[in-house]
Structures are given as structure tokens and as C-alpha cells.
């Protein structure tokens, strides 16, 4: 499949770093300092697939000594731009050979999976994520939920592309950012639930969380569909058998 990051896209990637955590995308973060307090012992955090690096900062924000790392070049330099104090990295096509064994404690990985093609590939980096992560370390890794690509939202829209719903795993699916600046639709890949626990069985990881955060209706925003329909699903990852709770 001939498939390209639009996040490497350098327009793309200047209007994304001015966006923050607005509506729908305030969900997806809202419950992380609760799930990381829950779940998460250390310090030492890895933000896999950082972009602009507004995770990487939430990250240091909840307490957490923090990395970003990201295959895109103008991602990675938006990052610097905006906290040249920051710790951000690029890695070739994921490569984090740089990182020993057992590096961290907690690896976020918020929306990197969404663009990331087969299940070979997101198997491989797994199985890697898997290796640098220390003992009793957690993996966090929060997608796109398959309803995302068929509703409208506080912050994205899909009215315009009505084949997202013949969509099967694998397929790519269309999703404007109605926050950002640039309206171009960001390319996704569809990948279900199923999918994404035959991906973590086969790369050793065991799930010990799942997590499909709904709007509240005394929120300070016009929710659309995110008091009914959950946007994004947050899983939370053990390594081998000894780690896990």
C-alpha cells in the first residue's frame, strides 16, 4: 500500500503545532494523570511518536522526566521551536536503538498508531517498545476509536467521506481536524479492537486496562457525539508475565 504520513507534511506540521488539547481532544488526555497515578511507578518517560511535541509537555507537566521521539523531521523541529528545552529526538522509522533495554517506565504513545499501516509493522515496533520498557513499566497507547471516522465531533468532522463506513481493518480512513488552521483531511488506518489485542498478544504485551473516555455534559464545551459515542480508546500495557499486576 502506498501510504504517507501527513504529519510529515511541513504545512501540516506548523498548523498542528499550535494546537493544543481543544474538545474532542481534551477527552483524550483529560483521565491520563489518573490512569498514569493508577498504573505507573517511575519516572522515566518515553512519548513515542511525539509530533509537535504536546504530549511530550503534558507528560512533564504530570511529573514524568520526558522524550519525545518522531520519524518526521518538521515535527520534530516544530517541537524544538516551541520548547527548545525539551528533549526531542527523531528516530529512523521508529529505530530507538539509541535506548538500552529496560529505559523506561512509562511510554506513551498518543495517535502514532493511527498512522502506522500493517500488522507487521505495528507488531515490530511493539515487540520494541516492549524491549525498552523497564520492569513493571506500563505502555499507554491511545487511538482513534473506528467510530471516530464516522461521526462528527467538537473538533473533527467526516461528513465528506462517507466510505469510512465500508471500511475494514487495514483500510484508510479520512478525518478532518476542524481545530487546525489547515483543513486538509488527515489520512488514517483503520485498526479495531480485535485487531489491535492480536497486535499486542503477538508482540508479548498483555493488556491490563481499557479505557473509552465519554464527554460529561457540565464540561465547558458543545460536545456532538462525545457524550454517547467514545472518540478515542486508551490501552494500557504490561510487558512479560512477571510485570504484570
Not at 488539547?21 to 512519548?47: E, K, N, Q, S
Not at 511529573?63 to 529526538?89: L, N, T
Not at 467521506?161 to 488514517?188: F, K, M, S, W
Request: proline share 5%; net charge negative; glycine share 8%.
Amino acid at each position: 500500500m502506498d501510504f504517507r504520513n501527513c504529519y510529515e507534511d511541513d504545512a501540516y506540521a506548523a498548523a498542528y503545532a499550535r494546537l493544543e488539547f481543544p474538545g474532542t481532544y481534551y477527552l483524550a488526555f483529560r483521565d491520563l494523570p489518573a490512569l498514569f497515578a493508577r498504573h505507573v511507578g517511575g519516572r522515566r518517560a518515553l512519548d513515542f511518536g511525539c509530533g509537535t511535541g504536546r504530549s511530550t509537555r503534558f507528560l512533564a507537566r504530570c511529573g514524568f522526566d520526558a522524550i519525545g521521539v518522531d520519524i518526521a523531521p518538521e515535527m520534530v523541529r516544530q517541537a524544538h521551536s516551541v520548547d527548545p528545552e525539551g528533549d526531542y529526538r527523531l528516530v529512523t522509522d521508529g529505530d530507538l536503538g539509541q535506548f538500552a533495554d529496560g529505559s523506561f517506565d512509562l511510554i506513551l504513545a498518543a495517535f502514532t498508531f493511527d498512522n502506522i499501516p500493517t500488522r507487521q509493522r505495528k507488531v515490530a515496533l511493539f515487540a520494541e517498545l516492549g524491549r525498552v520498557l523497564a520492569a513493571g513499566g506500563r505502555i499507554v497507547n491511545l487511538v482513534s476509536a473506528p467510530e471516530i471516522y464516522l461521526h462528527e465531533w467538537a473538533s473533527f468532522s467526516t461528513k465528506n467521506y462517507p466510505e469510512n463506513r465500508r471500511a475494514r481493518c487495514g483500510d484508510q480512513v479520512r478525518i478532518v481536524v476542524t481545530a487546525l488552521e489547515d483543513h486538509r483531511p488527515a489520512v488514517d488506518i483503520l485498526w479495531p479492537d480485535a485487531d489491535y489485542r492480536d497486535v499486542y498478544a503477538r508482540a508479548g504485551l498483555a493488556v491490563l486496562d481499557v479505557h473509552r473516555p465519554l464527554g460529561h455534559a457540565d464540561e465547558p464545551c458543545q460536545w456532538v457525539s462525545e457524550t454517547t459515542t467514545a472518540p478515542w480508546t486508551l490501552y494500557t500495557l504490561a510487558g512479560n508475565t512477571s510485570d504484570r499486576d
